[in-house]
């Protein structure tokens, strides 16, 4: 095929795509000028590049929706949705048209006449005529029915078209730094082809550098160490270079749900609101295309099966605008994905009833079913609660695809539901399957690769070590009592009909596959290592405890284990959802100040240990002496694209010596991150987070018990002040002597919320934090009681101001102090508040403030 055919091809393509968004945002908002341009430029562009080409057919279908458009633009014509899914039918024309050429290298044959005609007469203001379903075209992909396949579109064969990468963009402007000239960004295209050969070598570098370090360490020479030392730096850093270069916005797998969803809402007579959050976030493009259809199929699902039409939400006190709910963020080395409704929830009974009549389960085996375990039936092959067969779903094909696909690439998917307020699916998949961070363990004499992906961390067991937990049974089951919790354990040896070794003493591996948390016993662990991905023979497909195996520093190779394939084999589990994952859903998030809060417990400066909310700490880092560097009197080091400050929790710096490394906790909000340097990381535990006030001392809240020692809580605030930045200001705090007062907090940001609770917490007061506006209403329909209520004012759905203004209108709460928590604090900004119905506005975030603030407002009626 000729390079400057194949070059439109791609262009097309990234513009065909571009155009399904556009139109989507265009029919919602007619008016929106760039986008018309938008939408305009792109179609001009396909236009004049077919007609320099010779490709006469695909020149006739853009022309005539380029009438139209020129007609909306110049203001002569009104946009309407007739009209939208008008220049839809030409942009699904000219994707056929294009798919014929990139199968054969030439325009397919076909009849345009009618659509031309019915576009030329919209751009004359006459009705037009109705259009027959147009015949595929010869090279167009044949249809599937949707609920056995995701509708998009199918991608060119590979042979057809260039493979590009995650640097295939169009060179791009960006202003230069707080008004001067554009710089302009300048890519290039790269075959996917060539970047898989780079990973390939990559990978095998890995692999040379793993047995280099293996060889050194086994013959203790130093005059191999440094050289050997900076071999394996640089193969990291080439590493993380080349998977940047694979790196793409998951919005690439989302680009063509906003025409899906639109459709999806004419055909079933809905009224559905796609919002996508996240979508810059990135993954390995490998992963990113095993994932494009399960996530079409699950926003079909929530549409379809989710959503409930117009009249039946107006019955049940909804808007009548049903959302789904896209999210995407990264945590640790994964991907989650969440995909939510605020529709009907899903019908456990009915699932109970369909699993009993389909021979799932009996009737003693559901009755002792939790809701989260039966919910979970939906996932088998064939399983559809759907009253009829439409042409979107009810075939009982798809939930079970959907979870296959995401466990073959380690991955793990969850639901959470609560009928009449909605359904969450939220998914977990490693960033990337090439190179993966692995525990190198031993189990019956044998060694495996466990992927650090689902450990949540490693205890020793048996008499070996005193005060260390031990293995204990109830029946024939194998249990470790974990901090007041009785974890299922999961002998590996015997799993793998392997020589078992006596479990009085060994590891416990405790992981975490979704909603599943359970142990894998094992006899030693040696080491962590970045192993290379290989795939599982075909001899061995058929044992699911097997995601790959890879080649050791040792030249040895070995199985790499499946958490999720392990987990199945072993048939653990877990009963009703915990709370936190209660909280995922859209609705119904809160975060209460007596319950039991995640806690990291470290070691630094003088006195015992201390502890920090989890929930705070974006990442734990363990940053080489060599990489931190000074700025002025400030530790800083290069922390992905920016410098962070490191500030010492002893109060003064001291570089580590020679090769040693420096544990930081990292805080991170929106652009802002801070390192907290420590000494060394102790725990990770659940307690009720019950705070003394203590002396006055800066930096620290307070004291508690926990894990039962007197531990320090750390005044986050006060630390991440010390970095210079304008975070807020800190603050000493004070517990009154009455009985606690109940607060409601209102916040969007978990950051934040993570912040304030304890302090307040510390403060005297009880609170409940919810993360939306919406949220909180929803708990003033449930008719829980407080005595103030503290809510930013810059929140998505329904800011602060309307959320006064509603409590103000009447019902419960309307009598209550209302203080506003915002960074905006002009003048202005104070009197708008007030006039919504707030009795006090703070600056965000002045600690002192606000406990000012409510102390007054509690001990004052409220003024009308």
Not at 93 to 117: C, F, M, Q, Y
Not at 129 to 158: D, F, I, K, R, Y
Not at 383 to 396: C, I, K, L, N
Request: charged share 25%; with cysteine.
């Amino acid at each position: 095929m000729d390079d400057l055919l194949v070059d439109f091809l791609t262009e097309t393509n990234e513009g065909l795509v571009a155009l399904d968004s556009a139109l989507v945002r265009l029919e919602r908002a007619p008016d929106d000028q760039p986008t018309l341009s938008e939408v305009f430029r792109l179609v001009h562009t396909i236009k004049g590049t077919c007609g320099f080409l010779g490709l006469s057919r695909l020149e006739a279908v853009a022309h005539a929706g380029e009438n139209i458009l020129g007609r909306y633009r110049d203001g002569t014509l009104a946009v309407t949705p007739a009209g939208i899914t008008l220049i839809l039918s030409a942009l699904d024309r000219i994707k056929a048209i294009v798919s014929g050429i990139e199968a054969s290298g030439t325009e397919p044959v076909g009849d345009d006449v009618p659509l031309i005609a019915a576009l030329n007469a919209a751009a004359e203001g006459e009705d037009a005529p109705a259009l027959a379903p147009a015949p595929p075209s010869a090279a167009a992909p044949p249809s599937v029915a949707p609920s056995e396949a995701p509708a998009v579109e199918a991608p060119p064969p590979a042979s057809a078209r260039p493979a590009t990468s995650a640097i295939d963009e169009p060179a791009t402007e960006v202003m230069a730094p707080n008004g001067s000239a554009p710089v302009t960004q300048q890519t290039i295209r790269v075959s996917v082809d060539v970047l898989e050969d780079l990973m390939t070598l990559v990978s095998e570098l890995v692999l040379t550098r793993n047995q280099l370090l293996q060889l050194a360490r086994a013959h203790q020479s130093d005059a191999f160490a440094v050289p050997l030392q900076r071999l394996s730096h640089i193969t990291s850093d080439l590493q993380e270079g080349v998977m940047k270069t694979r790196m793409q916005p998951i919005g690439h797998a989302w680009a063509k749900l906003p025409r899906l969803v639109r459709d999806l809402s004419h055909e079933l007579g809905k009224k559905i609101e796609l919002d996508m959050r996240g979508a810059q976030t990135e993954l390995d493009r490998q992963v990113l295309e095993l994932i494009r259809d399960p996530l079409t199929h699950m926003v079909r699902n929530s549409g379809d099966h989710g959503l409930e039409k117009p009249a039946e939400r107006r019955a049940a006190g909804k808007p009548e605008t049903g959302r789904v709910i896209l999210n995407a963020y990264h945590e640790g080395g994964h991907i989650i994905i969440e995909v939510g409704d605020d529709g009907r929830g899903l019908p456990v009974d009915r699932i109970r009833a369909k699993a009993l009549a389909n021979g799932l389960a009996t009737e003693a085996e559901l009755a002792q079913m939790s809701e989260r375990e039966v919910l979970r039936f939906i996932f088998a092959a064939g399983f559809s609660t759907a009253q009829q067969v439409t042409s979107v779903s009810g075939r009982g094909v798809g939930m079970d695809v959907v979870k296959t696909n995401i466990e073959k690439i380690g991955g793990t998917v969850e639901l959470i539901s609560k009928e009449g307020r909605g359904t969450t699916f939220t998914i977990k998949i490693p960033l990337t399957l090439a190179i993966v961070s692995a525990l190198i363990v031993e189990a019956g004499g044998e060694r495996f690769a466990l992927p650090q992906i689902g450990v949540v961390e490693l205890v020793r067991v048996g008499a070996a070590q005193e005060g260390a937990p031990r293995i204990e049974r109830i029946k024939d089951a194998a249990v470790l009592r974990l901090r007041d919790r009785l974890l299922p354990l999961v002998s590996l040896a015997g799993l793998l009909r392997l020589h078992a070794a006596s479990e009085d003493q060994g590891f416990v591996a405790v992981m975490q596959v979704g909603g599943q948390a359970f142990g894998i016993i094992l006899d030693r662990v040696f080491d962590t290592e970045e192993i290379v991905v290989k795939p599982v023979a075909p001899i061995l497909r058929h044992i699911t405890m097997f995601s790959g195996n890879t080649i050791l520093g040792d030249g040895s190779v070995i199985m790499i284990l499946d958490p999720n394939g392990i987990a199945r084999a072993a048939g653990v589990g877990l009963d009703a959802a915990t709370e936190e994952e209660r909280r995922n859903l859209p609705a119904s998030i809160d975060m209460r100040s007596n319950a039991h809060t995640s806690l990291l417990l470290f070691r630094a400066g003088d006195g015992g240990p201390k502890a920090v909310p989890l929930g705070l700490v974006a990442r734990l880092e363990d940053i080489p002496g060599e990489r931190i560097e000074m700025s002025g009197m400030t530790p800083v080091v290069q922390y992905r694209g920016a410098l962070m400050p490191i500030v010492p929790i002893s109060g003064h710096w001291m570089a580590p010596e020679g090769d040693a490394r420096q544990p930081v906790l990292v805080f991170t909000e929106n652009d802002r991150a801070m390192g907290l340097a420590v000494e060394e990381i102790l725990d990770v535990l659940e307690e009720k987070l019950e705070i003394e006030p203590g002396t006055g001392r800066p930096g620290y809240i307070g004291s508690a018990v926990i894990a039962g020692r007197v531990t320090e809580v750390i005044d986050t605030a006060y630390w991440l002040s010390q970095a210079g930045d304008d975070w807020f200001r800190a603050a000493p705090s004070a517990r009154s002597n009455a009985a606690r007062p109940r607060l409601l907090l209102v916040e969007d940001s978990a950051f934040f919320r993570h912040l304030v609770v304890p302090v307040l917490s510390a403060a005297g007061y009880e609170v409940m934090a919810v993360e939306s506006a919406v949220a909180a209403m929803r708990v003033r329909e449930e008719g829980v009681p407080f005595d103030a209520i503290v809510s930013d004012i810059e929140m998505p759905d329904m800011d602060g101001l309307a959320f006064a203004r509603a409590v103000r209108a009447g019902g419960a709460w309307s009598e209550s102090p209302l203080i506003a928590l915002s960074s905006r604090a002009e003048p202005a900004d104070v009197a708008r508040g007030r006039e919504a119905g707030f009795t006090d506005y703070v600056a965000k975030y002045d600690r002192d403030a606000l406990l000012r603030s409510l102390s007054e407002c509690l001990s004052a009626p409220i003024q009308a």
